[in-house]
């Protein structure tokens, strides 16, 4: 199996900046898409950003201009860094890795169990 943990959520002023950080351990051959979703109360979960295998990228519309995802695949962990937080941004942030596990197995998805962003002033 495949552990993913967050870290780097809390409380932040509007305008303020958090940087969200993954890491993937466990049996790992190779990952391939890395990336966020979020889920607010009462709402369904949304992409957030995603970054993919070559290391192309892709944002939600929302945050397209304040958020940048990367990885660093020596550590195998993908990061958020949130500039310009809004009150719109409060959300449960979890982190996806498709994931293989030997060279001849399927890619599964895996989540981390989340990590509370809340934006307020």
């Known amino acids: 199996q495949v552990q993913l943990v967050e870290s780097g959520g809390g409380l932040m002023q509007p305008g303020g900046s958090l940087r969200l950080s993954c890491a993937a351990s466990?049996?790992?051959?190779?990952?391939?898409?890395m990336g966020w979703y979020r889920q607010a109360p009462g709402k369904e979960r949304d992409v957030v950003a995603l970054?993919?295998?070559?290391?192309?990228?892709n944002y939600a519309e929302v945050v397209k201009d304040r958020f940048t995802i990367s990885r660093d695949g020596d550590k195998n962990t993908v990061y958020l860094q949130m500039n310009r937080l809004k009150p719109e941004d409060t959300a449960v942030y979890y982190c996806?890795?498709?994931?293989?596990?030997?060279?001849?197995?399927?890619?599964?998805?895996?989540w981390g169990p989340g990590t509370q962003v809340t934006v307020s002033s």
């Open positions: 970054t993919f295998a070559d290391d192309s990228t």
């Open positions: 996806v890795a498709d994931v293989s596990q030997t060279p001849y197995s399927d890619a599964y998805r895996s």
């Open positions: 466990g049996k790992i051959f190779k990952l391939y898409t």
